[in-house]
């Protein structure tokens, strides 16, 4: 039987960011004969699934996962089951196979999609809500209060749209990614997770949100505003107050810190990370991670000075700086390629 949650189970204390949807618990030993797998330590029970590292502190209890770390052993050929409380102990349980650990994890995980053993988000339309008669909404979709969804609009399973967020014409939300996870196998992982857009989002029209892979979310934190024609591929993070201008592309996978700026025409590569108040300029491709307040312009798309908090740019002497807009004041710090405001120096 599929269960089904509501948004507030889903939480993580301390957090707003949504824990992933679990799986109906499996014992190693069970996923060991089944697939042809060495079990080696304990017989946990796997309650989650985990794909990507910038969701692994989202996953609830023990977790089956390839994203190994360990010594002296064939990576190529394990795959680990690791507790939230056994992060960085090598001592965890694993499962050794075969063949690659990338095709038996997309294979574990696609039959246990196919077995319906994923939970799914409640159903639910809040009467406040304003959707469009020509808009598409699937089961397992649960709009907040006060939310707009405009005319052709799609939502996906699994997706989340909370109070206040405005979804545009013809946008969709929670699509299934085309990616191959496993390249040379032509596997794809399963699109069992969701998306999740906090309070304040809007979506403008034609912009696409693929949904998450292994029951995880993608995520659009508070006022995070996306404009038209923008795609964000599975499991990527926006924290809040992120801005997207037309035509751009941010990958799969990519945690996008709070208050950045991505400018039109922009694409950031898979798995990128970028700090936060980040400034990019026009047409840019981000292929390596940026820090903090970084300024990138120019087609060699290279962080070429700092941003202010209000985005203007920072010219720097003897390590210190004063925005010419705001007033904001800031020191670099020694030994490392970071700036911080000289009201916490």
């Not at 502190?57 to 010594?71: I, R, W």
Request: net charge negative; glycine share 10%; charged share 20%.
């Amino acid at each position: 039987m599929v269960v089904t949650m509501q948004p507030a189970e889903l939480l993580s204390p301390g957090t707003n960011r949504p824990r992933s949807l679990r799986i109906n618990a499996v014992k190693a030993s069970s996923l060991a004969s089944t697939y042809g797998l060495k079990l080696v330590g304990e017989d946990l029970e796997i309650t989650a699934l985990v794909a990507r590292r910038n969701v692994f502190g989202t996953a609830a209890g023990a977790c089956l996962t390839f994203l190994v770390d360990l010594q002296n052993v064939d990576k190529s050929a394990l795959v680990l089951i690791r507790d939230q409380s056994l992060e960085g102990d090598t001592s965890s349980p694993f499962l050794l196979s075969t063949s690659n650990a990338v095709s038996t994890f997309c294979s574990i995980a696609s039959d246990l999609e196919k077995q319906g053993k994923f939970e799914q988000l409640s159903t639910f339309v809040h009467p406040s809500a304003k959707v469009a008669a020509s808009a598409i909404l699937y089961e397992n979709s649960y709009i907040d209060r006060d939310a707009v969804i405009g005319p052709g609009a799609i939502i996906y399973p699994n997706t989340y749209v909370g109070e206040g967020v405005i979804i545009s014409p013809n946008a969709t939300i929670g699509n299934t990614s085309l990616k191959y996870f496993d390249r040379v196998n032509r596997l794809r992982l399963p699109s069992t997770g969701g998306v999740w857009l906090e309070s304040g989002v809007e979506i403008r029209p034609s912009s696409c949100i693929d949904r998450g892979t292994c029951g995880a979310f993608t995520f659009l934190g508070e006022e995070t505003k996306i404009d038209n024609l923008i795609h964000i591929g599975s499991d990527a993070f926006l924290g809040k107050r992120v801005s997207l201008p037309g035509s751009s592309y941010v990958g799969e996978g990519c945690v996008v810190d709070d208050d950045v700026w991505i400018g039109p025409k922009t694409a950031v590569a898979d798995g990128v990370h970028i700090g936060h108040h980040a400034y990019i300029g026009t047409g840019c491709l981000i292929a390596n991670d940026l820090p903090a307040q970084a300024l990138v312009y120019g087609l060699n798309s290279r962080a070429y000075g700092w941003a202010c908090y209000c985005r203007g740019a920072l010219e720097f002497k003897d390590g210190k700086a004063q925005c010419r807009q705001c007033g904001e004041q800031f020191s670099q710090v020694a030994g490392s390629n970071a700036i911080v405001p000289m009201s916490v120096v």
